[in-house]
């Protein structure tokens, strides 16, 4: 019989449910809006959730316990349990990712790939830039999604690491409120705020529930003179027309304005080996005193529901997205030879002018064919993304100064750069897609799962400047790629099976379509293509106290850009990339008060055809790819109202250059949380974020290494009414 509690924003209440609080808690609770929660439903930091369908999975509905696939699910209980603040964080919960926010650079790694590999959706919708998954923060979201390996067949181009999808609140039918305050190191001031009402109706037809979810940070950095202001809204309606039509319309802004970015810290001279840094200049900012990064965002989506019967139903789905992104910085920093001075170099203004819009029409079919239970979802996607980016640079040296004490000038003091933007060149990718996806039942307990998608996607290019013979006044490329998977689920045990697939991917030779330039495309007239072969298992155990995924997986990429043996002044679409890998994800409720959950992977990634200055890199490791990522969340509640969490990161060394002769080390970080329930609405939550004090690098580059957060404290109140 069901337990029934009260949702996620009661803190102690998501971290280890209703059915172990006394008896007279229970009673208190039943003034509050009450959801359904099964006795055995996973918890947070406890047994993994392989039962609930994933949207970025399957367009079947399918939970990850009946993909053939990596599917990990990091839903709103995970994330206020592990205290993620925004959606980089949310991704530490995905087996072997590993992502940074370097404000001109947002990197995401995933089996053995880059962010130009790796599909970052919204919602279901892919932009094809990764500078548009800059890290938003959390309280705006439902749950993160990610599907590991190739994936085009599902979300387009640019998914052959896997694919990522950020999924925002909308209406649940139910009345709430929840808000939250937090305070904590660098004058870290946050305030957020939801409230979920019926606002028309009686629960049937007719009825109309409304949301709003709202958030506003402001800190300083932890560098010098560097200062985060961000604000994120989300609102949607949700309406029930009757007739089996629902309909949902949804806007979000995000606002994010940093004054004087970190970009850096130049490593210590010689630069080979493993990368050192000063520890005095650990906390400097070489960055103009006026740089600047700010982005505004804003979505709009429809979505309209068509429930035709019980085996058909249909989705449309029409959405637009706009995007400003301006930036004024200096950005580069280097030692001289004897360590004794910083050159300061790259001064940058540029603009990036986005914006996107489509329409996808679905549906899916649940019937059979030869007495076989087969399930069908088709669907024709259409979308145009069109960018002008307005780059004004110059590489020469800044200025030079000392490594400890020193001021830096205002941007457009920089002799050379002056204020306003010139557009370089518009970029227009049109893509249109048709869609397939089956689940057919071949026996009770065997399923085959296949899917096809087959694309055309036109990419015009525009010059708005100087024509000449590299860089003509238009250029016209077009791409037609076809990618699928097929797999096996196999129930061979009850709580248990074993799957296998094949599934292929198609990625733009430049990474991004939305950004290339003349030189990417024109002598470059194919895909890179990509294919990787998985095999695993997922199951319960120790009487449903544990759920554990096993995956091994081979990719392999083809066409890769690299240059031309002959002419190194040339790319050829000749090279080729490999990565296999093993992922383990376990989960753990051993008793009512300890829940554990981890994940280890290893990855072997390389490079099998590449060269670089006429220099074969074959066998070498791709760079910011970690072969050992590794992450463990133990949660222990002392008493019903107070419960402690720690957790544990380990990420390996990575190489900061394609002939890996730099490197960072592996380390270590240790998160820690304390959470009080003070009554049935009120709940205090303290954490201290990377305890020990680690000098890491998140991202590390020749010459440079953009390192991690030192420690933090903050405490949040959070209040349900």
């Known amino acids: 019989m069901p337990t029934l509690s009260r949702a996620p924003a009661l803190g102690l209440l998501a971290l280890f449910g209703a059915a172990h609080l006394p008896v007279q808690a229970q009673t208190a609770m039943s003034s509050l809006p ?26 079947l509905g399918l939970t990850p316990r009946e993909t053939p696939a990596s599917v990990t699910v990091v839903n709103r209980s995970v994330l206020d349990a592990r205290g993620a603040q ?30 130009g590999s790796i599909a970052q959706l919204f919602n279901g919708i892919n932009l094809q830039y990764s500078i548009a998954a800059r890290p938003v923060d959390s309280w705006i979201y439902d749950r993160v999604e990610a599907i590991g390996g190739p994936s085009s067949f599902l979300f387009g181009s640019g998914a052959l690491g896997g694919s990522i999808n950020y999924i925002t609140k909308t209406p649940e039918r139910s009345d709430f409120a929840e808000a939250q305050l937090r305070l904590g190191t660098q004058n870290l001031k946050e305030a957020s705020f939801g409230l979920n009402r019926r606002i028309a109706g009686d629960g049937g037809a007719g009825s109309h529930y409304a ?85 505004r965002v804003q979505w709009l989506r429809s979505v309209t529901e068509w429930q035709a019967s019980d085996a058909l139903q249909f989705r449309n789905t029409f959405y637009a997205y706009d995007a400003l992104r301006d930036y004024r910085n200096v950005e580069n920093y280097r030692y001289n030879a004897r360590n004794t001075a910083v050159i300061r170099s790259g001064a940058l203004l540029q603009r990036h002018d986005q914006d996107v819009w489509g329409n996808r029409i679905e549906g899916i079919y649940r019937g059979q064919i030869g007495g076989l239970k087969s399930d069908w979802s088709f669907g024709l996607d259409f979308s145009v993304n069109r960018q002008t980016r307005f780059p004004n640079s110059l590489s020469g040296t800044v200025s030079t100064v000392n490594p400890y004490v020193f001021a830096t000038e205002r941007f457009f003091d920089v002799p050379g750069m002056t204020p306003g933007f010139r557009p370089d060149r518009n970029n227009k990718v049109r893509t249109t897609a048709l869609y397939l996806e089956n689940r057919t039942a071949l026996q009770p307990s065997l399923r085959l799962v296949t899917a096809l998608r087959h694309e055309r996607i036109d990419l015009d290019l525009v010059n708005r400047r100087t024509v000449d013979a590299s860089n003509p006044a238009t250029f016209h490329r077009g791409y037609q790629p076809t990618t699928g998977r097929i797999g096996l689920v196999w129930d061979f045990a ?18 991004v379509l939305s950004t290339a330039s003349f030189a990417d495309v024109r002598n470059n007239s194919e895909l890179t293509t990509g294919q990787q072969v998985e095999v695993g298992t997922k199951l319960d155990f120790w009487q449903g ?8 997986y081979s990719i392999r990429r083809k066409n890769i850009a690299t240059q031309d043996p002959v002419n190194s002044a040339l790319t050829v679409l000749v090279g080729e990339q490999s990565s296999k890998g093993v992922e383990l994800a376990l989960g753990l409720q051993p008793t009512p008060q300890w829940s554990l959950q981890g994940n280890l992977t290893y990855v072997d990634a390389r ?9 074969s890199l074959a066998g070498r490791t791709p760079t910011n ?27 390996g060394k990575v190489y900061a250059d394609a002939a890996n002769t730099m490197h960072w080390p592996g380390y270590t970080l240790l998160d820690l949380g304390l959470s009080w329930q003070v009554n049935r609405t009120v709940t205090v939550v303290g954490r201290i974020r990377n305890a020990t004090d680690r000098v890491y690098a998140a991202n590390v580059g020749a010459g440079f290494a953009y390192l991690g957060a030192p420690r933090t404290a903050d405490v949040s109140l959070r209040v349900s009414f």
């Open 34 to 59: 009450l959801i359904e929660v099964a006795d055995d439903a996973p918890r947070p930091n406890g047994r993994i959730d392989l039962d609930t369908p994933a949207d970025t999975a399957s367009r």
């Open 86 to 115: 925004n959606t980089q964080e949310a991704l530490r919960a995905v087996p072997g990712v590993t992502a940074h926010d370097a404000p001109g650079n947002v990197g995401v790694s995933y089996r053995g790939f880059g962010s």
């Open 211 to 295: 949301r709003i979810d709202v958030n506003h940070r402001d800190a300083n950095g932890w560098t010098d003179g560097t200062k985060n202001k961000s604000t994120q809204l989300a609102a949607s309606l949700l309406s029930d027309f009757g007739g089996g039509v629902k309909h949902t319309l949804a806007y979000e802004y995000q606002d994010e304005d940093v004054t004087r970015p970190y970009w850096g810290t130049p490593v210590l001279n010689p630069a080979g080996g493993e990368m050192r840094i000063d520890r005095g200049t650990r906390f400097k900012n070489y960055n103009s005193a006026d740089g600047l990064y700010a982005q």
């Open 494 to 511: 009850p709580g248990a099976n074993l799957y296998a697939q094949y599934a292929t991917a198609a990625d733009p030779p430049s990474g």
């Open 545 to 552: 106290k544990g759920t554990a995924t096993l995956a091994a």
């Open 607 to 615: 490079y099998e055809q590449f060269r670089q200055g006429g220099v």
């Open 625 to 651: 790819t970690p072969a050992v990522v590794a992450n463990l969340w133990v949660s222990y509640a002392f008493t019903p109202r107070l419960q402690a969490t720690a957790g544990v990161r380990h990420v």
